[in-house]
């Protein structure tokens, strides 16, 4: 079947089932084509929570579908694929937490939202790239505060607000290929550009940038920059968006091995079989959901 063809197929019947169809800004281009919006984390979460839909169709990797039905859990939330997970979320377990929590009796536990369920039923706070600053920068002054788990996301935060904060030491493989290097090499062949360059980069990497966002944010700097040029430190998916929003400016990645391979799992033959079938339903115990939520409505209601 050509693009086209499944393309139709899947509005189709989203339409003829009334489903809301969420993509994030990393996913392969025809399924973000396909999707009623586009959007980073929080922008996703935000939707998710306020959509009265009874079918949600995550496209995306594991725990924004779990955020999504925590948030909405009267609506039905499905995952084209039930293998997109995480390898940053992967790295903090809530045993982990828990340890780290006894450690440290009075701290306020703020985690981003690449995490697990559990995870953030064991925390005061959940945070994106995209309000992280502000959500620490809420928190009340000389209070210890645990940040996890993406180290390189905490010392972003760190480093804006001058506060200091327990870190966990988790990553994503995928921007830590980002290097200074890489970024010198796309500056030598693209003068003019900016540097934008997401904050789960290393510290190093990212006080090279013109700006460091969330890659809605991204999108953001590149509208409104006097600029035609711009030189993209993120998940490649992101190029796809940009170029299609503002398609008079250039945009030029880092590197071409900025992809996250669980955010190209999800097809559209994947998107289709998920409607047809129904499958594959995500699912949070209710106590968990319970636990995580307070966490994840604080995250969203924060503006
Ligand atoms: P954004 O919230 O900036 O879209 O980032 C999501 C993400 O998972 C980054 O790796």
Same mark, same amino acid.
């Given at each position: ?30 399924? *973000?084509? #396909?999707?009623?919006?586009? $959007?980073?984390? &929080?922008? @996703?979460? %935000? ?6 839909? =009874? ?99 905490? *010392?972003? #935060?760190?480093?804006?607000? $001058?506060?200091? &904060?327990? @870190?966990? %030491? ?6 830590? =290929? ?126």
């Amino acid at each position: 079947m050509t693009t086209e063809t499944l393309s139709e197929k899947v509005r189709a019947l989203a339409q003829s089932k009334g489903a809301l169809l969420l993509a994030h800004n990393y996913q392969l281009g025809e399924v *973000q084509d #396909v999707a009623d919006f586009v $959007g980073d984390s &929080l922008e @996703l979460a %935000r939707k998710a929570a306020a959509s009265d839909a =009874r079918l949600i169709l995550f496209c995306g990797v594991r725990f924004m579908a779990e955020t999504a039905k925590i948030l909405n859990p009267s609506a039905t939330v499905l995952e084209p694929a039930p293998n997109a997970g995480c390898p940053l979320a992967d790295m903090l377990t809530a045993e982990q937490l828990i340890r780290l929590k006894r450690e440290h009796p009075d701290a306020l536990v703020v985690t981003y939202v690449n995490s697990s369920a559990e995870v953030k039923a064991e925390s005061d706070y959940c945070c994106t790239s995209g309000n992280a600053v502000k959500v620490v920068a809420a928190l009340p002054p000389g209070r210890e505060v645990i940040f996890g788990p993406d180290q390189s996301l905490g *010392q972003f #935060v760190s480093g804006r607000l $001058g506060r200091e &904060l327990i @870190l966990w %030491r988790g990553y994503c493989p995928t921007h830590h =290929r980002i290097t200074v290097d890489a970024i010198d090499e796309a500056r030598r062949a693209h003068p003019a550009a900016k540097v934008v360059v997401h904050p789960e980069c290393t510290p190093d990497v990212t006080a090279v940038a013109d700006e460091v966002a969330s890659t809605a944010g991204i999108l953001r700097y590149a509208a409104e920059t006097p600029c035609d040029e711009y030189i993209i430190g993120t998940e490649n998916g992101m190029l796809h968006r940009l170029a299609k929003e503002l398609p008079k400016k250039r945009f030029y990645p880092v590197s071409s091995l900025v992809t996250c391979p669980n955010m190209k799992i999800n097809t559209l033959e994947k998107v289709l079989r998920s409607l047809e079938t129904g499958q594959y339903e995500v699912d949070v115990s209710d106590k968990i959901a319970q636990a995580a939520r307070l966490a994840l409505r604080r995250m969203v209601e924060l503006v």
